[in-house]
C-alpha cells in the first residue's frame, strides 16, 4: 500500500529526514517510535504534503501512485487521513458542516454523488456510536473550545467517518489521561481492518498495550534504525533510548 | 502680549521670529526657520482638526502670554522635596522653565553619559543629525511652535555600551510671574547598547499667573539600545501643557515608558509616538491618568509598525472623578512591510462620578497580513458587588473605594520595576483619590 | 499545486455575474441639477405643492454644503452636474399583476434570481420591486392590506398617505443631515414606504430589490418605515448594478421608527458592481440610514452583508431614545481588487437602560482598503447603557488594509462600554488541516470565511442568508494559496 524509498526531507534548510525505508501493507498496525525531535511528526507532515517540508531525496508510492506528486487534498482523496497532533481550530465553522464537505468532496473526487442529508446523518450517527463521540459536539465550532481529549476523539471520529486506506495518527495520545486513552484505542481497534493500515506515530509505549502493532520501528535521527515487533515497544520502555543511541553512534564511527 | 489679538497672530507677527534666537552656532537655525514656516502653514488646532476634536485647545489659549520668562527661580529644598521621589536614590538634574540649574542638580561625571543644556550641545553632531526630524512632528502645529521658539532644554547623550549605577531624576520647576508660554526642548541619545532610566517629575511654583507648557522630547534609541522613561505629571492647577514625546527606535532596542498624569493641572495633551525603524524591537508604553475636579486629560499615541518582527504593547488606564474630561487616542499603523509585528493595545477606564466623562479611540490602521494586532476598550464603574464585598468586610466606603482604584491601577504600578517609585505612585494615588472621594 | 498569486489574479479577473444590462426605453430627466431638474421630477410624480416645497429645501441646504473630508481612502471627483436624475421605463401605467410587467424587466428579475414568482410568494416573501428608482411592481398587497399594513412605493405613498409621510419624513434624516442626504432629498425619485400599525406582527418578510440599469443616473431612492407600537417588521433590501466603464453614485437615504416595544429588522446584501480589477467604474455607494427607537423598549437591528461598490461609504445608525431600547447592527463588508469600504455604525444612547450591540466582520483581499469606523455615545441620561462592539478584521494577502477607528464618548458613570478588536490573516495551519481532509483551498477559504462571518450570517433571515453566503463564496473563493 505504501513503499517510502530513501526519503530525504528538510525544513528551512535543516535536514529532518536522512533517508527513511519502510514498507506498509494492507491490514497492517505499523508503530513509529522514537525520542523528542527524532523526526517522528515530520514524518506524517512529509506524507501528508505540509508545504514548508521539501523533499530532497527519495520517493512514496501510494497504491501505486507517487505520493509526493500530490496536492494535500488529494493524498487525502486517495485515502491518506493524518490525525493531527494539534487538530486546529476553526471557529463558525460547524463540526457537521465540515465533514459533510470532507466527505463529499473526496466522493466526487471518486465520481460517486455527494451524500444525501439523510444518508448523510445515519452515517454521522452511526459511527459517533461505533467510536463513542459526544453528540453534542457535532454541531459546535470545528475543534473551538474543545478539551484536548476531545479534539483527539473528534480525530478519531473524522476518521471513522472518511474511511481512509492508510491513517496515520501523529502522537494521538500525547496529552490524553487513561479513559481517554481507552476510548481512543477502542475507537482505532474497531477501524481496524483488512483492508486499512495504520501508521502510529508515538513517543509512549502505554498507547501500544491499547492498540497492538504487527511491527514497532524506531526512528532516530532521521532514520529508521530499529525495526522490531511490539517486544521491541516494550524493551524500549524499560530501557529507554540511550543504548540505541549508542548502538547507532558505534555503527557511525565504524 | 496677546489679548485681542488671537494667539496665531501673536506668534506669527506679535513676537521676534526664530532668526533672533542665539543659538551657539546656529548650526540648527535652518531647522528652527523651517519649523516656524511650518507652524505658520498648520496654523493651530480646533475641535474640527481630528486630532484635537476632543480637546478645544483654543479655549486654553485665549489668556494673554509672554515667551519671556524667568530663566531661573529660587527654589527652597522643601519645594525641590515636593517634586523628589522619597527613598529614591538617583542623579538629579533640575529645570527652571526648561533651563538647566547646574547649581540645584547632581549630574553623573566622568562617564559615558553627559547631560548638558541643549543651547551648549548646538554643535555637537547627534543634535544637528535628530533635530526637529522626528517624522511624526512634522504635522503637529505645537511641536512645530516648540522648534522655532524653545527656550533651551537638556541633551542627554549616552555613549556605546554606556550604563549608570542608578536612575536620573529629571524635576522640571515652572513658574510665571505673569502668564508664560513656556516651550522647553529636549533631545535623549542613547548610543548601540546603552541602557539609562530616566525619570521626569515637573512642580509648578507660583499659581498667581498660568504656565502654559508646550514641551518637546525626541529620544533615539540605537541598535540594541534600552530606557526605561518614567514621566509623572503632577502640577498646579494654574498650569496647561502640552507635551510630545517622539522616539525613534533602531533594531534591537527596547524602550518602555511610562506616564503618569495626576491631579491636578487644567489641561494636559499628551503626544506620544514611536516610529520602529529596525526590527525585532520592543516597545511598552503604560500610562495611568488620574483627574479630579476639571482637569481635562488627553493621551494620544501612536505606533508606527515600519519594519518587520517587531512588539509593542500598549495599556493605559483612566480613572475620572468629579468632574474630569478624559480623552484617549491610540493609533497602531502597520505598514505594508512590517510582516509578524506584534502590537497590542488597551484602555481602560473607571468613571467616579456622574458628571466625569471620556472619549476614547483606538484605532487599527494595518495593511500587513501576517500580523498580530488588537485593541480593545471599556468603561465603566468599579463593580458594586466588590465594593460591597469590602464593606461587609468591615472597610468603609471611601477606603474601599481608594482600594477599588489601587487595584484598577495596579496593572500600570506593577510594571514600575523601581521599587521608591512603585511606592511614591501607590501613595500619590492613594491621596487624590481619598482627597476626591471626601470631597 | 497553483500558488496564491495565480489564485488570486483568478478571483481578480472573476467576471460581475449580474454585469448585464436591460434594454427597456427609459424616460429620463436632463442633465444637471439645478431647481429645475427638481421641479421637472416633482411635476413627473404629480406631487403635491408640500412635497415640492421639501425637496427645494433640501436643495438650499445641499447647495451651501461641501463634500467632507475626513474618509480614510481618496475621495473621486464627482461631477453632479454629468448626471441625470431621474429615469423610468417610459411604459409607465398603474401595474395590477406581474402579467403586465415588462418581459424584458421580469426576464432581468430571472437573472437576479429575485424571488418575484407564485414559488416565492409561497415562502412568503412580499417583493416591492424598485426599477431605476420607481416602483413597478407591488405584490401580495392585499394579504398586507388586511392587516392593515401599508407596504408601496414612496410616490403611492405621498399621494395615499400624505399625514403619514408629512409626520415622519425627514425627522430621522433631515434634509440638511449631510450633503449625500439633501441630494436625496432634493432629487430621490421613489422608494419604499412601510407602516405596521399597533400590534400587528408583519406575517412575511418585507422585501425590494434595488437597481441601477440607465447610465450616468445616480439612485437616490428614499425608504421610510414607521412600525407602530408592539409591532414586528423585517424589511430586506438587495441591490445589484449593470458593469459600466463610469462610476455611478447611489445616495439612498433610509429612515426607520420604532415606537414603544416595537421592533425592526433591516437586512442588506449589497452586491452593487464593484469596477473592474483596476477600479475602473463601479458604483460609489453613499447612503444614509438611521433609525430611531423613539419608544420604550423598542428594538432596531441592522444587518448588511456588503461585497459590491467600488466605494461603500455608510453608518447605519441606530438613535436609542426610548428608554430600554435596543438597538444592533451586525456587518460582513468583503473588499478586493481596488475596492474601498468605509463603513459602521453610530449608536446614540440617549434613554435609560438602553443597550447595543455592534458585530463588524471586515474581509479585505487584493488591493483593498476596508475600514470600520463607528461611534458609540452615551449621554448624561442614559443610566445603565452598555455597549459591546466586537470589531474583527481578516487580511488575505499582503497588498490590502484594514482599519478600525471606533469613536467612543461616554458621559454617563453607570454605562458600560466595551470594544474589542481583532486583527488576522487566515492560517496556512487552519488551510492544510482542511486540505487534509480532501477538501481544496478555494473551498477551504470559503469555508473558514463563512465560519467567520457566521455571527452575522445568522441574523440574516434564512433565504437570504443562503444568498449571502454564496456572495462570501464566489466573492473570495480561493484567495488564499
Given amino acids: 500500500m505504501l513503499t517510502i524509498k530513501n526519503l530525504h526531507a528538510e525544513v528551512d534548510g535543516k535536514k529532518i529526514l536522512k533517508g527513511i525505508n519502510l514498507e506498509i501493507r494492507k491490514g497492517e498496525m505499523h508503530a513509529i517510535m522514537g525520542p523528542n525531535g527524532s523526526g517522528k511528526s515530520s514524518l506524517s507532515s512529509v506524507l501528508a504534503g505540509r508545504e514548508n517540508y521539501t523533499v530532497t531525496e527519495g520517493e512514496v508510492i501510494f497504491e501505486g501512485k507517487n505520493l509526493l506528486d500530490l496536492s494535500p487534498e488529494d493524498r487525502a482523496r486517495e485515502g491518506l487521513f493524518l490525525a493531527f497532533q494539534y487538530p486546529v481550530e476553526i471557529p463558525g465553522v460547524s463540526n457537521l458542516h465540515f465533514l459533510k464537505t470532507a466527505l463529499n468532496e473526496i466522493r466526487t473526487y471518486h465520481n460517486l454523488p455527494p451524500l444525501e442529508s439523510k444518508e448523510f446523518l445515519k452515517l454521522t450517527k452511526e459511527k459517533q456510536q461505533l467510536v463513542d463521540f459526544n453528540a453534542n459536539l457535532m454541531n459546535r465550532s470545528l475543534n473551538e473550545g474543545f478539551s484536548g481529549g476531545e479534539k483527539k476523539r473528534n480525530e478519531v471520529f473524522q476518521l471513522a467517518m472518511l474511511d481512509p486506506k492508510l491513517a496515520i495518527l501523529d502522537e494521538t495520545d500525547s496529552g490524553l489521561d487513561i479513559d481517554a486513552l481507552r476510548i481512543v484505542a477502542a475507537g482505532v481497534n474497531k477501524l481496524r481492518n483488512a483492508d486499512k493500515a495504520f501508521m502510529v506515530i508515538t513517543h509512549y509505549q502505554r498507547l501500544l498495550e491499547y492498540i497492538v502493532p504487527d511491527f514497532v520501528h524506531v526512528l532516530y535521527n532521521g532514520q529508521i534504525v530499529k525495526t522490531g515487533t511490539k517486544e521491541l515497544a516494550l524493551e524500549l520502555e524499560e530501557k529507554g533510548y540511550d543504548w540505541l543511541k549508542e548502538e547507532v553512534h558505534q555503527k557511525e564511527s565504524v | 502680549m496677546t489679548s485681542d489679538k488671537s494667539f496665531y497672530e501673536f506668534i506669527s507677527n506679535g513676537v521676534p521670529g526664530p532668526e533672533q534666537k542665539v543659538d551657539a552656532d546656529n548650526a540648527i537655525m535652518p531647522a528652527r526657520k523651517l519649523a516656524f514656516s511650518r507652524f505658520k502653514e498648520l496654523g493651530l488646532p480646533t475641535i474640527k482638526t481630528e486630532e484635537w476634536r476632543y480637546t478645544n485647545v483654543q479655549r486654553f489659549l485665549k489668556d494673554a502670554f509672554t515667551l519671556a520668562q524667568e530663566e531661573q527661580a529660587t527654589v527652597t529644598p522643601e519645594q525641590l522635596k515636593a517634586a523628589s521621589i522619597p527613598q529614591l536614590d538617583s542623579y538629579r538634574v533640575v529645570l527652571v522653565n526648561g533651563r538647566l540649574q547646574t547649581d540645584l542638580s547632581e549630574l553623573p561625571a566622568g562617564g559615558k553619559i553627559t547631560v548638558s543644556k541643549l543651547s551648549d550641545a548646538a554643535g555637537n553632531a547627534q543634535l544637528q543629525a535628530w533635530f526637529d526630524k522626528h517624522p511624526h512632528l512634522q504635522s503637529q502645529p505645537f511641536a512645530a511652535l516648540n522648534a522655532a521658539l524653545f527656550a533651551d532644554g537638556l541633551f542627554i547623550e549616552a555613549g556605546v555600551n554606556a550604563t549608570l549605577d542608578k536612575p536620573i531624576q529629571i524635576i522640571h520647576v515652572y513658574t510665571a510671574s505673569a502668564n508664560a508660554f513656556i516651550q522647553p526642548r529636549h533631545l535623549v541619545v542613547l548610543h548601540k547598547s546603552a541602557t539609562l532610566e530616566i525619570i521626569e517629575s515637573a512642580v509648578g511654583l507660583n499659581d498667581s499667573a498660568i504656565a502654559f507648557v508646550n514641551a518637546v522630547t525626541e529620544v533615539v534609541l540605537e541598535e540594541n539600545a534600552e530606557l526605561w522613561h518614567y514621566n509623572i505629571q503632577s502640577t498646579i492647577k494654574n498650569s496647561r501643557h502640552i507635551y510630545h514625546t517622539s522616539a525613534t527606535q533602531k533594531a534591537d532596542s527596547r524602550y518602555h515608558h511610562f506616564n503618569f498624569t495626576l491631579p491636578s493641572a487644567e489641561l494636559t495633551r499628551n503626544n506620544l509616538s514611536v516610529a520602529l525603524t529596525g526590527s525585532n524591537t520592543e516597545t511598552n508604553l503604560h500610562g495611568l491618568y488620574l483627574a479630579t475636579g476639571t482637569q481635562h486629560v488627553d493621551n494620544h499615541t501612536f505606533v508606527d509598525h515600519l519594519v518587520p518582527n517587531c512588539n509593542s504593547n500598549e495599556l493605559y488606564k483612566g480613572v475620572l472623578l468629579d468632574d474630569a474630561n478624559g480623552v484617549f487616542t491610540g493609533k497602531i499603523h502597520v505598514h505594508q512591510d512590517a510582516q509578524k509585528t506584534n502590537a497590542f493595545q488597551q484602555n481602560n477606564n473607571l468613571l467616579m462620578s456622574e458628571k466625569a466623562n471620556i472619549n476614547s479611540q483606538p484605532q487599527l490602521e494595518i495593511y500587513a497580513d501576517d500580523v498580530k494586532c488588537s485593541h480593545g476598550f471599556t468603561v465603566g464603574r468599579f463593580s458594586e458587588e466588590s465594593l460591597f464585598y469590602l464593606r461587609s468586610r468591615g472597610i468603609g466606603e471611601e477606603a474601599a473605594k481608594s482600594l477599588l482604584v489601587n487595584a484598577f491601577a495596579f496593572d500600570i504600578t506593577d510594571q514600575v520595576h523601581i521599587p521608591a517609585l512603585q511606592d511614591f505612585l501607590a501613595e500619590k494615588i492613594r491621596q487624590y483619590v481619598a482627597g476626591a472621594i471626601n470631597n | 499545486m497553483r500558488n496564491s498569486n495565480e489564485i488570486i489574479d483568478d478571483i481578480a479577473n472573476r467576471e460581475y455575474e449580474f454585469g448585464f444590462t436591460t434594454d427597456i426605453e427609459m424616460e429620463m430627466a436632463p442633465v444637471g441639477l439645478n431647481e429645475d431638474t427638481i421641479r421637472f421630477i416633482s411635476a413627473k410624480k404629480e406631487e403635491p405643492e408640500w412635497m415640492l416645497e421639501w425637496r427645494l429645501k433640501g436643495f438650499q441646504a445641499f447647495k451651501k454644503m461641501q463634500f467632507p473630508k475626513w474618509q480614510h481612502f481618496e475621495m473621486p471627483e464627482l461631477d453632479l452636474q454629468k448626471l441625470s436624475y431621474y429615469a423610468a421605463p417610459k411604459k409607465k401605467k398603474q401595474l395590477g399583476s406581474l402579467d403586465e410587467v415588462d418581459p424584458e424587466l421580469l426576464a432581468t428579475f430571472e437573472k437576479l434570481g429575485i ?367
Fill in chain 3, 115 to 481: 424571488p418575484i414568482n407564485e414559488q416565492k410568494a409561497l415562502a412568503g416573501v412580499a417583493v416591492d420591486v424598485v426599477f431605476d428608482s420607481v416602483s413597478v411592481a407591488t405584490t401580495f398587497k392585499a394579504k398586507l392590506q388586511e392587516l392593515g399594513i401599508i407596504f408601496c412605493s414612496f410616490g403611492e405613498a405621498v399621494r395615499n398617505h400624505p399625514d403619514l409621510v408629512k409626520k415622519y419624513l425627514g425627522t430621522v434624516v433631515p434634509h440638511s443631515d449631510n450633503i449625500f442626504a439633501a441630494l436625496n432629498a432634493a432629487v430621490f425619485s421613489d422608494g419604499s414606504f412601510v407602516y405596521i400599525p399597533k400590534g400587528v406582527r408583519c406575517p412575511m418578510e418585507l422585501s425590494t430589490y434595488f437597481r441601477i440599469n440607465a447610465e450616468n443616473t445616480g439612485q437616490f431612492e428614499r425608504t421610510l418605515i414607521i412600525a407602530d407600537d408592539n409591532s414586528y417588521v423585517s424589511y430586506l433590501e438587495g441591490c445589484t448594478a449593470p458593469r459600466r466603464d463610469e462610476n455611478q453614485l447611489h445616495a439612498a437615504v433610509v429612515e426607520l421608527v420604532a415606537m414603544d416595544h416595537a421592533e425592526i429588522k433591516y437586512s442588506t446584501v449589497q452586491n452593487w458592481y464593484p469596477g473592474d480589477k483596476d477600479g475602473n467604474g463601479g458604483i460609489y455607494n453613499f447612503v444614509t440610514k438611521r433609525g430611531i427607537c423613539k419608544g420604550k423598549s423598542s428594538k432596531i437591528s441592522w444587518t448588511q452583508v456588503e461585497t459590491g461598490s467600488a466605494i461603500t461609504w455608510k453608518y447605519p445608525s441606530v438613535i436609542l431614545q426610548g428608554d430600554d431600547a435596543e438597538g444592533e447592527f451586525y456587518s460582513v463588508a468583503v473588499t478586493r481588487n481596488k475596492q474601498i469600504a468605509d463603513t459602521g455604525t453610530k449608536i446614540y444612547h440617549l434613554g435609560r437602560n438602553t443597550r447595543s450591540r455592534i458585530i463588524s466582520k471586515g474581509i479585505s483581499a487584493g488591493l483593498s482598503d476596508n475600514t470600520y469606523r463607528g461611534l458609540v455615545q452615551v449621554g448624561p441620561r442614559a443610566a445603565n447603557a452598555r455597549n459591546f462592539t466586537q470589531c474583527d478584521s481578516l487580511l488575505i494577502g499582503d497588498r490590502c488594509g484594514a482599519h478600525t477607528f471606533p469613536y467612543i464618548e461616554s458621559r454617563n458613570s453607570t454605562a458600560t462600554v466595551e470594544h474589542e478588536a481583532t486583527t488576522s490573516k487566515i492560517g496556512e495551519d487552519q488551510i492544510f488541516y482542511l486540505n487534509q481532509r480532501g477538501i481544496e483551498t478555494e473551498k477551504a477559504v470559503a469555508l473558514i470565511v463563512n465560519g467567520y462571518a457566521q455571527e452575522v450570517l445568522n441574523q440574516l433571515p434564512m433565504e437570504f442568508a443562503v444568498e449571502a453566503r454564496k456572495l462570501l463564496s464566489i466573492t473570495l473563493e480561493g484567495s488564499v494559496g
